[in-house]
């Protein structure tokens, strides 16, 4: 391919492209080529993927979404993130973040409390108006009520860990 490529461009006899020749090959040659993308930036289009679903979630239930099917919706969402150019640690912990969700989802459409499911959604309204608040005493409410959500912090703290091992921050 090379060698057709550089006969097409001695060719060129426009007298714009005359001495030109080199920045064509180098353009051609850069935009042919893919960029690697690092372990940082992989990891960050993931998290901020993530926080776009959990924003996505909060204005379905404050356009009138049953809270949990909106959770339901999140971790569908969450699972469908493409971690293909992450770490493989990462990978891991994040899947390890969705399982969690899952596993909190299926909790609460199994509990047959409906007081529960009552204090659930009167505790993520509280979200409606600011969701820049965070998780921590909503989920503090969850637990008072006897939802165990510890397997959600636990593995959100190992995708924080993860990621700052690959030099991203986590914001939230």
């Known amino acids: 391919m090379w060698p057709k490529f550089l006969k097409w461009l001695n060719s060129l006899n426009f007298t714009m ?8 090959f180098l353009v051609f040659t850069i935009s042919c080529s893919s960029f690697p993308i ?5 990891i ?3 998290i901020e993927q993530n926080e776009t679903n959990h924003m996505e979630k909060l204005r379905k239930i404050e356009a009138g979404m049953p809270a949990i099917d909106a959770y339901s919706d999140y971790a569908k969402a969450m699972r469908s993130i493409d971690t293909s150019y992450c770490p493989p640690e990462f990978q891991q912990a994040f899947l390890k973040h969705v399982h ?11 509990r047959k409390d409906t007081q529960l499911r009552r204090v659930f959604v009167s505790i993520i309204g509280l979200l ?18 006897g939802v165990d959500i510890s397997e ?3 593995s959100w703290q190992n995708v924080e860990s993860v990621s700052l091992k690959y030099g991203y921050r986590v914001r939230y």
């Not at 492209?17 to 064509?24: A, P, Q, T, W, Y």
């Not at 969690?100 to 199994?110: H, I, K, T």
């Not at 820049?132 to 009520?145: H, Y």
């Open 44 to 46: 960050r289009i993931v």
């Open 128 to 145: 409606i108006g600011n969701p820049a608040v965070t998780m921590g005493p909503i989920f503090r409410e969850l637990e008072e009520n």
């Open 100 to 110: 969690s969700w899952e596993n909190f989802v299926d909790r609460l459409n199994d």
């Open 152 to 154: 959600i912090r636990e």
């Open 38 to 42: 690092t372990d940082k930036s992989a």
């Open 17 to 24: 492209l005359k001495g030109s020749r080199l920045v064509i």
